[in-house]
């Protein structure tokens, strides 16, 4: 009888013959059988999915080997903190990429190995140092595990602390170290682990509002975590208008980053958007775009809580909330810039930086506010050489990160079309003449050599500005007491 040749597909997803068939299920049987239960040890476990079936690197090498899945994790220690150890199963686009000998793409890189923001830097060692303080003042540390990585911290840290001590990356608008937690914007979402009921259950929840416990799992790179941001954003983005070409905030805005690298490709939305008058000052140095605002609650929790006037509230209820001041109001704040810097969007901007350049084509640079005796830090920058805007610069021990309105925007006496920038000698006919800085200061030393042999030291007086710093006053009043020898001394009060 002639044997009658078919080809059949095999549950590993190869093909083989008929004339191969009871051999091929003889050899592959017992492969499968131990790679599906070391698949199902390791799944009950909590730990990485073993891929079984084709093999990811090679799709026309067959079935995998149960020497080629994914090992079981060792002994002892919970499942989470074993699979720390091991590494990542092989995503298939990565592993096909690495097999052929080709580079790992910044896209199939997780963020975690990229370049981090200052932001993301400065509250990855915040975090730290607040564990680190905390647990030498002996307070009590709870054990945790962030995306394979074994975090210690101290009992009342919010997950999304306990994130960034242990690198992750976690998307998020609303929540701010200084200000109350309130989960507005939802972003910060990520899965989190419990022991609930003598089992261990996940939920999706935000990691802005959730206190660590002891034992907790919490995993943000998950792909039902990616989709549940991803949702997210694309609420955020349905109403807020295309302005980035124009916006003030484009360049540095979180909502671009936070688009880009979480977002979705394309917005499904076509319906009619909110529509806000645009561009409404509310202060004499703040600008309110409302179509631009995602209600993350930023700044009335700024007015509330740090400012303490309350100037800012959120208005009716639902998809009509906005932001804006009681019964329309200015905004009467002392310290109204602050809520600038914290606007994660473009909503609340300067009209002094109004249109005045792009982040890229700025220079800060460190220094003090000298509008007072505080000693504000504050971040001055210029571009092309004018002033164009004052950040305020973090100080835990003097301003933390705010500043005043008169620091942040009485600094712009130094873009003045009147102010001298050279020297001016009178001549004998009474007119200010351009000179040198030496021709100047030799002016000046004979003008007190010769006031001094006629009329003594005390006919000379010396004024100084507030707008000088605490070195340069005194040592203008050192000059005057030593050199000069008056006590004459004053200053001008500036605005």
Not at 398 to 421: H, P, S
Request: glycine share 8%; charged share 25%.
């Amino acid at each position: 009888m002639a044997r009658k040749d078919k080809t059949e597909t095999s549950s590993d997803g190869g093909e083989i013959s008929g004339a191969q068939t009871s051999a091929a299920e003889q050899a592959n049987a017992p492969k499968e059988s131990t790679a599906q239960q070391a698949a199902q040890q390791v799944i009950a476990e909590g730990s990485a999915t073993v891929n079984v079936g084709v093999n990811p690197a090679n799709p026309a090498s067959g079935a995998t080997k149960p020497s080629e899945a994914a090992p079981a994790p060792p002994s002892g220690g919970t499942p989470e903190v074993q699979k720390a150890a091991q590494p990542e199963p092989n995503k298939p686009a990565v592993a096909s990429t690495q097999a052929e000998g080709g580079a790992k793409t910044t896209a199939d890189a997780p963020r975690s190995e990229r370049d981090r923001t200052p932001q993301e830097k400065a509250d990855a060692a915040k975090a730290s140092a607040n564990a680190e303080t905390a647990k030498a003042a002996g307070a009590e540390m709870l054990k945790l595990v962030v995306d394979g990585v074994s975090v210690e911290v101290p009992k009342g840290t919010l997950v999304i602390e306990a994130a960034f001590q242990a690198g992750a990356d976690i998307p998020y608008f609303c929540y701010h170290p200084r200000l109350t937690s309130v989960g507005a914007c939802r972003m910060c979402l990520a899965s989190v682990e419990l022991e609930m009921f003598g089992q261990r259950r996940a939920s999706i929840m935000t990691c802005c509002t959730v206190p660590c416990a002891e034992g907790m799992v919490i995993k943000t790179n998950t792909p039902d975590v990616k989709k549940a941001q991803n949702g997210i954003l694309e609420f955020l983005l349905a109403n807020h208008p295309l302005d980035c070409p124009i916006c003030d905030r484009g360049g540095e805005c979180p909502l671009q980053n936070m688009t880009i690298a979480y977002g979705p490709p394309t917005s499904r939305y076509i319906e009619e958007k909110r529509h806000f008058p645009k561009a409404m000052p509310i202060s004499d140095y703040v600008v309110l775009d409302r179509e631009r605002c995602i209600q993350c609650m930023r700044c009335t929790r700024f007015c509330e809580e740090i400012s303490g006037d309350g100037q800012l509230t959120i208005l009716n209820r639902g998809a009509s909330s906005e932001i804006g001041t009681f019964f329309g109001h200015d905004f009467s704040s002392n310290f109204s810039g602050n809520t600038i810097e914290i606007c994660p969007v473009g909503a609340l901007t300067s009209r002094t930086y109004r249109f005045a350049g792009r982040p890229w084509e700025i220079k800060s640079t460190d220094s003090v506010c000298s509008k007072c005796g505080n000693g504000c830090n504050i971040a001055v920058q210029s571009r092309l050489g004018d002033l164009v805007r004052i950040n305020g610069r973090t100080n835990e021990d003097v301003n933390e990160e705010w500043t005043c309105d008169r620091g942040k925007f009485g600094q712009y006496y130094v873009n003045a079309k009147e102010r001298l920038v050279q020297p001016l000698i009178r001549d004998d006919q009474g007119r200010l003449i351009e000179s040198s800085w030496d021709q100047a200061l030799i002016a000046i030393q004979k003008k007190i050599e010769s006031l001094k042999a006629d009329h003594g030291p005390d006919s000379i007086a010396g004024i100084a500005s507030t707008r000088c710093t605490v070195e340069d006053n005194y040592l203008f009043g050192r000059l005057m007491r030593t050199l000069v020898g008056t006590n004459n001394l004053d200053h001008q009060m500036s605005a």
